[in-house]
């Protein structure tokens, strides 16, 4: 069972940049997916962007182009960029891992403890 810990919330004005990490420990980064997702108060928990362990990517529509996500594999480390805030994005942000990069937006196997992002306006 792999063990996720994400880093790098806080609070940001509108227009703003935060990068997020997710760090992974206990089994082998090898091969496995990772994805961020986010929840808001009051609303479901929303799948945002996954990598591949070769570092394919799929994105949300509504964070194309504001949002990128990276991996650094000797680290075990994934990192979610996130430029041109808005206060819309304000949610707890969390990165979950999947063996199977087709199925990790749906049906994630583990997940941090999340870490808050707050956009002021």
């Known amino acids: 069972q792999v063990q996720l810990v994400e880093s790098g919330g806080g609070l940001v004005q509108a227009g703003g940049s935060l990068r997020l990490s997710c760090a992974a420990s206990?089994?082998?980064?090898?091969?496995?997916?990772i994805g961020w997702f986010r929840q808001a108060p009051g609303k479901e928990r929303e799948f945002l962007a996954a990598?591949?362990?070769?570092?394919?990517?799929y994105y949300r529509d509504s964070v194309k182009g504001r949002f990128t996500i990276s991996r650094d594999n000797a680290k075990s480390t994934v990192y979610l960029q996130m430029d041109s805030l808005k206060p819309e994005d304000t949610a707890v942000y969390y990165c979950a891992a999947h063996d199977s990069f087709a199925v990790l937006q749906k049906t994630p196997r583990s997940w941090g403890q999340g870490t808050q992002v707050t956009v002021s306006s």
């Open positions: 206990g089994r082998t980064f090898v091969g496995l997916a």
């Open positions: 990598i591949s362990y070769g570092s394919a990517t």
